[in-house]
C-alpha cells in the first residue's frame, strides 16, 4: 500500500474556490494545514472561503482567475510561486452547466461550457505541470462527475465536458506513471451545491419549464459540499486514482459496469421517466 500523501506544509492550487466543492476542499486542506492558492472570478466568494478556511500559519491567497482565458491562466503559476515558492497540488475544479438536450443548446454555449470544464482543465494542468514536476511529491486533482460514467438524456453538454475530463486524467496518469505527480480523478454524485441554479438555459425554453427542471434537478442533489471535499481531501491523501463521492455516484458505477449500454432503461424505469 503506498504511504499516504502528507498534506501539511504544502500548497495546493484550488479553482472554483468560491463556493461549493471548491470551498469544501479548501476548508478541508487549510484543516490539515496545507497553504491553498484561491482562484475564481467571483473575488467576493473566494474572500469569503479564505476567511472561512483561516487557521493559524496557513497561508492561503485569493486571485481573480478565469480558466477560459488563456493569458489569465498563463501567468498564474507564476503568481502563485511568487507567494508560495511553487505547487504541489491542483484541484482543476471549477465548472459551469448548461440545461437542456443537445438541439435546445447553442453551438455558442456548447463551447462556453467546455472552454470551462475541459479546456480549463487542460490549460491548468499545462501550466501548472512544471510547478509540479518540480516537487518531491505532487498531484493533479479532475474533477469529473457521475456524469462522466453515466451519460442521461438532457445533459449532452455537461456530460460530453466531464467524460472528456475523465479520458484526459487517465490518460495523463499512465503518462505521468513513475515520476512524483500522481493523477486522481473525481466523480462526485448528486452534491447539494448551486449549479443547478446558475446553469445556462437554452433560447426559447420557458420560464415554467426551467424552473420544472430545476427543481426536478435539485432533488438529486443531497449529499452537502463539506462531506463531498473532506472524502475527495482524504482520496487525495490516499493517493487513490479515482474518487467515487457519494453512495449515488458509488451505485450507478456500479450499474454503468454492470450494463454498460442499456443502463439507462433500467434507471429511467426507477425515476418513473
Known amino acids: ?15 472554483g474556490a468560491a463556493s461549493g466543492i471548491g470551498r469544501a476542499i479548501t476548508v478541508s486542506l487549510a484543516r490539515r494545514r496545507c497553504n491553498v492558492a484561491l482562484a475564481d472570478v467571483d473575488e467576493a466568494g473566494v474572500a469569503a472561503t479564505a476567511e472561512l478556511a483561516r487557521a493559524g ?21 507564476a503568481r502563485v510561486a511568487a507567494e508560495h515558492g511553487g505547487a504541489d497540488l491542483l484541484f482543476n475544479n471549477a465548472g459551469v452547466a448548461v ?25 491548468m494542468t499545462r501550466a501548472f505541470l512544471p510547478l509540479l514536476r518540480a516537487s518531491d511529491d505532487a498531484r493533479v486533482v479532475n474533477i469529473s462527475s457521475v456524469f462522466g460514467i453515466i ?24 503518462e505521468l506513471e513513475g515520476t512524483r505527480v500522481g493523477v486522481t480523478v473525481v466523480h462526485p454524485g448528486g452534491v447539494a ?8 438555459v437554452p433560447a426559447g425554453v420557458s420560464a415554467e419549464e426551467v424552473a420544472r427542471r430545476r427543481e426536478e434537478f435539485r432533488k438529486h442533489l443531497r449529499l ?23 453512495s449515488d455516484a458509488k451505485a450507478l458505477s456500479l450499474i454503468a ?16 421517466e
Open 151 to 174: 451519460a442521461p438524456p438532457g445533459q449532452a453538454a455537461y456530460c460530453a465536458s466531464k467524460f472528456a475530463v475523465r479520458g484526459f486524467s487517465e490518460s495523463l496518469r499512465h
Open 224 to 246: 452537502p459540499p463539506e462531506v463531498a471535499g473532506e472524502v475527495i481531501v482524504r482520496g487525495v491523501e490516499r493517493r487513490k486514482s479515482r474518487v467515487l463521492v457519494g
Open 257 to 272: 459496469r454492470a450494463l454498460p449500454v442499456s443502463y439507462w432503461k433500467l434507471l429511467a424505469s426507477r425515476l418513473g
Open 99 to 123: 440545461g437542456g438536450t443537445f438541439e435546445q443548446v447553442s453551438e455558442e454555449d456548447f463551447e462556453w461550457l467546455f472552454e470551462i470544464n475541459f479546456w480549463g482543465v487542460v490549460r
Open 193 to 200: 451545491t448551486s449549479i443547478s441554479d446558475n446553469a445556462r
Open 1 to 15: 500500500m503506498a504511504k499516504r500523501m502528507k498534506l501539511e506544509g504544502r500548497t495546493a492550487v484550488v479553482t
Open 57 to 77: 500559519g496557513v497561508r492561503l491567497t485569493c486571485h481573480r482567475v478565469d480558466v477560459a482565458d488563456r493569458g489569465a491562466v498563463a501567468d498564474f503559476p
